[in-house]
């Protein structure tokens, strides 16, 4: 069987990928490898037999399509984490990296191992594969100096020290998180209760008022919502005496009218101070011919557009009440853009919502496929970008490589959208499904690349790579939850989310998830996990690159 896999590299991938993914599925103590697993039977099929190696432009390709899908996914909020408070946290999270980053340094040096050894081990212990694999194209690029076999050593030493270092670097945070909320006595149903009012008052709610104000009366919408930066409401319908209508920029506000407006609690005190009067009555879906429907966004004509900009008041009577993105509902504001695969809700007459579907597209269809040209232009950019030397000093410099290349270049054209007629960003699950199939075709290459190598260190005293990449989880982990609770001031719940972003390990985030019924260990994760996965990816470079050129 072996002679089979050894001879057949494409069946060899996906036998790798099956059995490591069954072996992902199984559960210990309600803990999952997931799709890591794949790591680990690739090197297990790696230390059976050396032949049994999956070509490299397997993990290369793999790679290129797993860090361009996340970059394009994460650009939007790898640039909005930036603003107001999101840049702060976003610049501890950096420096809790740089921390580790330094001790790994310094246990290098201690221990006397290799470059490469010591950035797989500060990628295993902070469980990112991104950052290994930036690693581990770094180390290519910088041992092609060398004769073949001390070559292919060098590149599977990352490998082997983040497959020692990674099981700790997911246990140990969970235990060192038990451990802390039992020391430190955190009273976590306590901190709930007074997170889950917090999130409770965000709830989508909608609310019906009559115009009593005379400030607003005789202005159309638009002239009354004008001075509001953002109301952070939506108005959806209005009822004039018996007679009830679809509200749009132009409909004009008169005494005792009836409007529902759509938003959160906060929003709604402001819509009562505009409007002058709450009232418990419901203008019911269906009167005077007025209903809604849920339209996906698959139109490129549109994608990219703001509410504002598509002016579909106007143009067809309607207006957008709701934007379902991904698992999340919000109320979109005139400026909020669309992207392919948004869900909308439309309130207009009925006979107006087969003419408004077909203007947003509305096809599931068109939503899972995947733009090739903008696919292949945006990975030919971030490959080019992949290779230009920056200058570290020195006479040192390092490259992207294609790891760094296509990832930035994803979180641009993320961020951007959209540039003339080339639509960047991808439909979600077209998108999930890329990144999915990008990061097994890696593992599964780059974990049968290191598995004889892995038997060999383990034999040699593997145990010094254990220990050391658990300090550096347990330092890690600790600086973070001390700082995050004692000196940022976050409850525990939002320090367990930040501690699952920095360590972009959605174990620790399941794990968290599993101590409260709050959803901020998600709100956390989600506000460093970008910055945190750009961040460990550079510094797995510098790690390289200026430990194997000094």
Known sequence: MLDVFAENPLVLLFAVI???????????????????????????????????????????LGLVLFVYSVGLQSGPSFFTSFQRRGLRFNLFACLVLVVGAVFTGVLAVVLKLSAPSAAGLFCGALTNTPALASAVETTKSLSLHLPEGAREALVASPVVSYGLAYPFGVFGVMLWIYLYTKFSRVDLRAEERALMQETNAQRILSCTFRVTNPAVIGKTVSETLRPIEDPGFVLSRIRKGERSDVVTGLTVLEANDIVVAVGDETSMQRALLLFGQQVPEQLAEGIDGISYRRVFVSNKQVVGKTVRELQIGQKMHATITRLRRGDVDIVPSPDTVLEMGDRIRVVSYKNNLEEVS?????????????????????????????????????????????????????????RLGKTGPIIWEMPFNANLVLRQIGLVFFLAAIGTKAGFGFVDTVRSGGWQLLAAGAAITTLVTLFTLVVGQKYLKLPMVAAMGMLAGIGTQPAVLAYANQQTEADHPNTWYATVYPASMAAKIMLAQLIVSMMLTR
């Open 18 to 60: 099956g059995i490591g993914y069954l072996a992902g599925s199984a559960s210990l103590w309600g803990f999952r490898l997931g799709i890591a697993a794949v790591l680990f039977t690739g090197i297990a099929f790696g230390a059976l037999d050396r032949r049994c190696a999956i070509p490299d432009y397997i993990y290369i």
């Open 358 to 414: 077909h203007y947003f597209g509305d096809s599931a269809k068109a939503v899972a496929e995947t733009d090739f040209l903008s696919l292949s232009l945006g990975i030919v950019l971030g490959a080019f970008l992949g290779m230009i030397p920056i200058p570290l000093g020195g006479g040192i410099s390092f490259k992207l490589g294609f790891a760094g290349g296509p990832l930035i270049m994803g979180l641009i054209l993320g």
